[in-house]
C-alpha cells in the first residue's frame, strides 16, 4: 500500500508557473512508474507526464517543452514543475504511482486565470 499525498497547487495567472510535489508514503525506488494525471469538469481525465525508475519520462503533446516531470527516490517525491501555463490547464491535479497496484493521490487544484 503507498499513500500519496500532493501538494502545490493555487491560482495562477497566465503565463505564470507552478511546481506540485508528490510525496509517498513509502519508498518509491521500487514503483516502477510515476506520474500525473488531471481532470476538468466535462473532461476525460488526461495522462499529463510519467517517469520510470530509470528517468525515461512521457508527456502528454499539450504540455511538451512547458511541463517538467521529475523525481527524487532519496526523498519519495515526485514532481511536476509547470511552466507557461494556459487557462486550459486548469484542473485538478493527479499523482499516481504504479507498482503492485495503481495508487491514486486526492488531488490537487491548479486554476490559471486569463
Known amino acids: 500500500q503507498v499513500h500519496l499525498v500532493e501538494s502545490g497547487g493555487g491560482l495562477v495567472q497566465a503565463g505564470g508557473s507552478l511546481r506540485l510535489s508528490c510525496a509517498a508514503s513509502r519508498t518509491i525506488f521500487s514503483i516502477n512508474t510515476m506520474g500525473w494525471y488531471r481532470r476538468t469538469p466535462g473532461k476525460q481525465r488526461e495522462l499529463v507526464a510519467s517517469i520510470t525508475r530509470d528517468g525515461n519520462t512521457n508527456y502528454a503533446d499539450s504540455v511538451k517543452g512547458r511541463f517538467t516531470v521529475s523525481r527524487d527516490n532519496a526523498k519519495d517525491t515526485v514532481y511536476l514543475q509547470m511552466n507557461s501555463l494556459k487557462p486550459e490547464d486548469t484542473a485538478v491535479y493527479y499523482c499516481?504511482?504504479?507498482?503492485?497496484?495503481?495508487?491514486w493521490g486526492k488531488g490537487t487544484q491548479v486554476t490559471v486565470s486569463s
Open positions: 499516481i504511482g504504479v507498482a503492485d497496484a495503481t495508487y
